[in-house]
C-alpha cells in the first residue's frame, strides 16, 4: 500500500504562514482526489481542502480565502499554503487519498478515504 508521508508543520504566531507538504511516490498524480484533513485534541478529524485529478478544489468554509491546496503531478507533491495562520488553525494535519473517489471528493468525508499520512503538528500562537 502507498505511504503518505507530510512535512512542514512548526509553530508559528497569529497572521503568519506554512507550508505543507504530502508525497508519495505515484500515488499523488494517479488518485482521483487528494486532500488536506485536520484534528485538534478532543475534536473530530475535519476536512480542509481536496483536489481532485482534474483540478476542481473545495474548501472548508473556516479556511477559505487563506489556505490553497495544490499538486504538483510530475513531484508527486500535494501541498497546503496556510497564510493568515489563526489559533484555531492549530491541530494535527493529515494528508489522504483515496484513488477511486471522484464525484464525492468535495464532501471532505474523512470516511471516504483510504490512505493516510501519519500527520504534521501545526500550533499558532496567539
Known amino acids: 500500500q502507498a505511504q503518505l508521508v507530510e512535512s512542514g508543520g512548526g509553530s508559528v504566531q497569529a497572521g503568519g504562514s506554512l507550508r505543507l507538504s504530502c508525497t508519495a511516490s505515484?500515488?499523488?498524480?494517479?488518485?482521483?482526489?487528494v486532500a488536506w484533513f485536520r484534528q485538534a485534541p478532543g475534536k473530530e478529524r475535519e476536512g480542509v481542502a481536496a483536489?481532485?485529478?482534474?483540478?476542481?478544489?473545495t474548501y472548508a468554509d473556516s479556511v477559505k480565502g487563506r489556505f490553497t491546496i495544490s499538486k504538483d503531478n510530475a513531484k508527486n507533491t500535494l501541498a497546503l499554503q496556510m497564510n493568515s495562520l489563526k489559533p484555531e488553525d492549530t491541530a494535527m494535519y493529515y494528508c489522504?487519498?483515496?484513488?477511486?473517489?471522484?464525484?464525492?471528493?468535495?464532501?471532505?468525508?474523512?470516511?471516504?478515504?483510504?490512505?493516510w499520512g501519519q500527520g504534521t503538528q501545526v500550533t499558532v500562537s496567539s
Open positions: 483536489i481532485r485529478s482534474d483540478g476542481r478544489t
Open positions: 489522504a487519498a483515496e484513488p477511486s473517489l471522484w464525484v464525492g471528493c468535495g464532501e471532505l468525508n474523512a470516511k471516504s478515504f483510504g490512505t
Open positions: 505515484g500515488y499523488i498524480y494517479s488518485s482521483n482526489c
